[in-house]
């Protein structure tokens, strides 16, 4: 990682404390009389935060002027992203986020049986048919635990989704 | 002495009675279950089995919640150490270590020193509730939100230990955790605190959103994106089935000891409870270590340490609520509301009025810790299995489940979202070697410093001395005060010595 973005972390983070504690001005303006009010803590907070990263921000630039910290700075003794699959660190987290935004409008049984197929492959499933039958003896399975035992009201879409969620949960005598 | 030994003795009559013995193996295996699924805690846990006790006699409704109860604060070390993924809060202690030891290969060894730590400490807790309960009581009714604070600030000094690589690191994590814990409305004003007019942030972030995400989802994403077999699969080849350790634990045997007592007494106090318990007993395990410098790499005194305190906290927790009426947590209060229920009234003279019902509860306590030496053998075996399913499976159920896990908090796929948003960041943090347990111990300590802090002050016309005058908040002050300056005395002191 080179130098300028050693330090851009750090910073970001005094900037952000400080930025936040401005924020924090309104917070007092319900306390009367000698009140530490609820504007004390979070800016004792933010002031601990950005000194930390005040701190972070020296042993890095001291780091770097001539090694003399002891302590070296965040980020060296692993070499952060570097070595790893970019590309799948970035379809992985796609396909997750994709899988929340999804399942709001799709419903939890369909997401599902299409997020545990599509990520079984992600990680390295190739055969079909272990991909399938995980896919549909989790999805039934998480269906029958959550749905069935537990009375929990996962999401189940919207219009024609909520119609086949719907039938599924009573093809499966969960309703 | 001898009542009490006459008295427990008739609770073991009781309890061992089939139907009653049935519940408590019931109640147990729930509990383990509920507490090792993520979202699912032991507090769900006792409120589902609520409903159902209603139908039940006194004793076999009792000794049912009983058994969840203790159940529950066990279950979530099994997936902390086989999959990173603490089932509790009070479990990440354990999650600490306990993986740690499974990365190693030593997922045998440490499922069964969690389980053998955790009957131990529930079991000595179970005694002491059935012969120290009242004076204990006295004692736990001199601590006041000023000893409260005190306390959760040596939780939260436990934090010098934890930044392995970083000092700056680990309290940049702190801090960053401390603020997290701020976000939302504050209860004593009712005024919005950064929520920026976004309407989920006004509820504030549940600590378990967090707690799953950096965890769970941050481990799964490390673990796709890394070169080489999953460990998991590594781990695969030795982990099969836990042994219980029992010659193994001798030489932890004072890390034991320290947890259990830790655990009865923090547990004892109401408003701290089995998180508290097993961040202090973890705290105070690396300060008395002679190798303070191998925890979070997998250290068994660690793990001991802070599953002892959890279990150990649950006897704690009964004394409180059984001798004084108080619950001093959630599950306890859905407990007392069970115990009013069957017509037991918690207070002063519940140990003459009712003496039998109080000590078959007792008698359940330890009758239930005992089997969960068992039960806990059974159910890590059937976890441990999880571990030869291949990574691919493994991984995708896991954010599965961490999806149904974040949404059954509140019914909101709010806390989804955020769940996946610190997942990214835990794979981040992990990356960039910025600690992750001083950020989880800042978001769910944080709020309980704050509560005891401002309403010390408001108690004590902000009188900040108040907190170095009254004598057991000074003495915990200290004690914190050298758990933060120790390391650096003692890294001083090795960069003067000669060589």
Known sequence: MGPARRVAAPLAGVLLSLALLLSTRGLNQVVHGPQLGPGFWPRLVLIGLAAACLAKLVSVLRHDRGGRSREAPSGEARDGVAGISRAKLAAAIALIFLYVLVSESAGFALTTAGFIAAFMWLCGARSPLVIAANTLVGTVGLLYLFVKAVYLPLPKGDGPFEAVTLALYRLLHIF | MSEILANLGAGFVHALQLMNFLMIVLGLAIGIVAGALPGITMLNAIVLVLPFTYLMGIVPALLLMIGVYCG??????????????????????????????????????????????????????????????????KFALTFSTVEFFSVVVFGLASVSVLGHASLTGALISLFAGLFL??????AQYGVERFAFNVPFLKTGI??????????????????????????AAEAAKTTAVPRLPLLDL??????????????????????????????VSYGLEKQVSSQPELFGTGHAGGLVASESSVNGSTGGAMIHLLTLGIPGSAATAVMMGAFLIHGI???????TKQAEEVYTIIAGMILANVIMIALGFLAALSFAMLMKVPAAILNTFIVVFCFVGA???RNDMADVWLTMLFG??????????????????????????EQFFLTSMVANANDLSVFITRPISAVILMMSALMVLWPAFRAWRARRAPG
């Not at chain 2, 099994?78 to 089932?87: A, D, E, K, V």
């Not at chain 2, 001798?250 to 923090?266: E, K, N, Y």
Request: hydrophobic share 50%; no cysteine.
């Open chain 2, 250 to 279: 001798w030489p932890l045997r004072w890390s034991l000891v320290r947890g259990t007592a830790v655990g009865i007494v923090v547990g004892g106090l109401a408003g701290a409870g089995a998180t508290v318990s097993s961040f």
């Open chain 2, 424 to 449: 990214v960041l835990g794979f981040v943090m992990r990356r960039y070697d910025l600690p992750i347990p001083p950020l989880i111990m800042g978001v769910i300590l944080g709020p309980m410093a």
């Open chain 2, 407 to 409: 949404y059954a908090l």
């Open chain 2, 206 to 231: 549940d600590f378990v959103t967090v707690l799953i995400g950096l965890f769970a989802i941050g481990e799964v994403l490390d673990q796709i994106v890394a070169a080489g077999p999953a460990p």
């Open chain 2, 345 to 351: 009234q918690p207070g002063p003279l519940l140990f």
């Open chain 2, 181 to 186: 814990g701020t976000i939302g409305t504050e």
């Open chain 2, 72 to 137: 529950g604060v066990f279950g979530g070390s099994i997936t902390g150490i086989l999959f990173n993924i603490p089932g509790d809060p009070m479990n990440v202690p354990t999650t600490w270590e306990g993986y740690r030891l499974n990365r190693k290969g030593q997922g045998r060894y440490a499922l069964g020193l969690a389980i053998m730590s955790s009957a131990f400490g529930g079991l000595v807790s179970a005694l002491f509730l059935a012969f120290f309960a009242p004076p204990f009581a």
